[in-house]
């Protein structure tokens, strides 16, 4: 389906975030509609066949195109700026789409070392299996992002921000590389949303999205989007998807079309919690360094404002002081195990704070050294930072700190 404008004026982005949608239905509902059905009834056999041969545009499948569906891929691909959006099953559908649809045997593939560890996964090791090679660079380092570019180089990948310690690259950067190498650039845009940072206006060729963080932003729904050209989704993803089946379910696409309404509000005052909650932790005597790229302390503060509209985000780590690996793992323990209002929870994009141990959870896989690498320690404690009041967040993270 065609981006439908709800109006022949141009709209501002907060106009669409909350308006663009496919057609009301004959019923006049106001709050868009959800459609749960996996088949369509064809107007006519002439009709059908028009569709199924591509020449008109209209449903036939639940595989190939549901209207709520739709309605989420509109409005996501008008906050992004970009011509088009696939939605997804999960955000690692997403991922596997994109490689699906764009990398074949003999291609060469760059990404950070910081990425989130299921897509390294999935790139890293399961690509590799049909001959996909993947080149894992130092994510701030654009020497080593050049250097590994070879005449096979088909995709650069980036995620900035990055899980947990909020490293940002310079995606404008990234872009000039790819393309002076023909190739193309992807940005995982999970972290930032489009509030945030709208990678394409630098460069990016594709953002993509896990819908569970964010986009739906309470914590309801898993989901994910591909935001690029009208051709690169028409030609190159759509196909495979249609035969593959990754779509996003019509219900879980409902929950975060409606999430969308509210991204920018949520995404302002989580940022701005975050920044407030990572100053006090800063000057707490038991906690060591605080990772926020909010922050002048952060070594990539100064890109990071400039990329990211000023604002760092909500997701925030830090360090509990201590002599050694051990007894840094306990005290994190302990000031997760104290927590009252704050959830132990291995996710993020949630108004509920989620607090979590990376060492043990998301990178316990990581050998010590390959953790150490990757700046994970065992004291590390990130804290994914909601809508509750501030007062309360620091007072039950206090109950741990305060008692080591
Ligand atoms: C969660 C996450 C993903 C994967 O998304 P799912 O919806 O869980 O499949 C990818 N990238 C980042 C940065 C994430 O946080």
Redesign the pocket.
Known sequence: MPPREPHAVPLHRDTLAVRLAVERSQYGENSEALYLTSGYVQPSAEASARRFAGEDEGYTYGRTGNPTVTSFEQRLAAMEGTEACLATA??????MLMCFSLLKAGDHVIISRS??G??LKLIGTEFARFGVETTVVPQTDLAAWRAAVRPETRLLFA?TP??PLGEVCDIRALADLAHNAGALLAV?N??ATPVLQRPVERGADIV?H????YLDGQGRV???ALCASESMVREKFLPVQKNSGMVLSPFNAWVVLKGLETLDLRMKAQSAQALALAQWLESHPAVGRVYYPGLSSHPQHELAMRQMSGIGGAVLSFDVKAATAGQARQRAFHVLDALQVLSLCT???DTKTLCTHPASTSHGKLTEAQREAAGVSQGLIRVAVGLEHLDDIRADLLRGLETL
């Open positions: 999960s955000g690692m559908a997403a991922v990425m989130f299921s897509t995620e990055t899980n995982d999970c972290f993509m896990s819908g569970t963080k898993m989901a994910g996710n993020l994009g």
